[in-house]
Nanobody, 122 residues
C-alpha cells in the first residue's frame, strides 16, 4: 500500500520561512517524479514545483520562482520544499505527490498525501 505523508506546515509571519517534508512508502521512490501542489480555499489545486526522479530537472510555478527550492533525498525517501520570503498569498494546503509523468499539473500524478497547512499572516 502506497503512503505519502507531508509535514512541516504551520503559521508564519510574512517574510518568514518554512521547510516542508514528504516521505513515502510502498513505491520505488527513486523511480518517481515528485511534486508539490497547493490549494487555497475556493481555488483549484495548483502546481508549485516538480523534481525529476534523478534530480536532474526541476520546475517552478512563476509565483514561487526564486523563493522556493525543491529537493529530494532518494536514500531517505524524502522530498523537501524550502519556502522563503513567504507572503499571505502562499497560504494554502500543501500536498506532495508522486507520478511517472512530467508536468506541473495534478493530472500527471498518481499518489497523493493528505496535505499540510501553511498559513502566512500579514
Amino acid at each position: 500500500q502506497v503512503q505519502v505523508v507531508e509535514s512541516g506546515g504551520g503559521l508564519v509571519q510574512a517574510g518568514g520561512s518554512l521547510r516542508l517534508s514528504c516521505t513515502s512508502s510502498g513505491l520505488p521512490f527513486d523511480q518517481y517524479n515528485l511534486g508539490w501542489f497547493r490549494q487555497a480555499p475556493g481555488k483549484e489545486r495548483e502546481g508549485v514545483s516538480l523534481i525529476s526522479s534523478g534530480c536532474a530537472n526541476t520546475r517552478y510555478a512563476a509565483s514561487v520562482k526564486c523563493r522556493f527550492t525543491i529537493s529530494r533525498d532518494n536514500a531517505r525517501k524524502t522530498l523537501y520544499l524550502q519556502m522563503n520570503s513567504l507572503n499571505p498569498e502562499d497560504t494554502a494546503m500543501y500536498y506532495c505527490a508522486a507520478g511517472r509523468s512530467w508536468g506541473l499539473s495534478p493530472q500527471y500524478f498518481d499518489h497523493w498525501g493528505q496535505g499540510t497547512q501553511v498559513t502566512v499572516s500579514s
